[in-house]
């Protein structure tokens, strides 16, 4: 992307649905699959986790066992840091259905924020319900709260490489 990230309005105008429409096409959708594929590759990698962390605690007289109290929000948030803070500021779920993730000026996340992303999701839908979800229907830019307190947008990958 060739926007001048030094001055404002350069900043301002990145990722303008009215200027670049084509970055939101069917984001919404996208999201709800990438989030079930992500859910079940978490689920997969969580009992593969439980089966290591078991063989440990046979060898550990029982002490590796309590891993298992933090293990599944371990994983799931070592997930999220590693794949959606990484390089291709996405996860397996939204790489496969065409998304990606920048700061609200066109910055790729870093770890620390992919945590605190899906943090305040998962707060946000357990305290709120999942009527939270809604927001994105009146959000320009398809974003959901969690979103929009982070200052992060979700964009097609193949619009933000045109």
């Given at each position: 992307?060739?926007?001048?990230?030094?001055?404002?309005?350069?900043?301002?105008?990145?990722?303008?649905?009215?200027?670049?429409?084509?970055?939101?096409?069917?984001?919404?959708?996208?999201?709800?699959?990438?989030?079930?594929?992500?859910?079940?590759?978490?689920?997969?990698?969580?009992?593969?986790?439980?089966?290591?962390?078991?063989?440990?605690?046979?060898?550990t007289l029982g002490l590796a066992w309590f891993a298992y109290l933090f293990l599944g929000q371990a994983?799931?948030?070592?997930?999220?840091?590693?794949?959606?803070?990484?390089?291709?500021?996405?996860?397996?779920?939204?790489?496969?259905?065409?998304?990606?993730?920048?700061?609200?000026?066109?910055?790729?996340?870093?770890?620390?924020?992919?945590?605190?992303?899906?943090?305040?999701?998962?707060?946000?839908?357990?305290?709120?319900?999942?009527?939270?979800?809604l927001v994105s229907l009146f959000s320009d830019r398809k974003r959901l709260l969690h979103d929009i307190v982070l200052g992060t947008v979700v964009v097609n990958s193949a619009?933000?490489?045109?």
């Open positions: 992307m060739s926007a001048d990230y030094s001055s404002t309005e350069g900043r301002q105008n990145v990722f303008d649905p009215a200027i670049r429409p084509d970055l939101y096409e069917g984001v919404r959708t996208r999201r709800i699959f990438a989030f079930f594929f992500d859910a079940i590759f978490i689920t997969i990698l969580i009992a593969l986790a439980a089966i290591i962390v078991g063989f440990m605690g046979i060898f994983v799931a948030l070592l997930y999220v840091a590693f794949t959606l803070g990484g390089p291709n500021a996405a996860t397996p779920g939204m790489r496969a259905m065409g998304l990606e993730m920048r700061l609200w000026y066109g910055a790729r996340p870093y770890p620390l924020l992919a945590v605190m992303h899906a943090l305040i999701f998962w707060f946000s839908v357990s305290l709120l319900t999942p009527f939270i979800l619009a933000l490489d045109r």
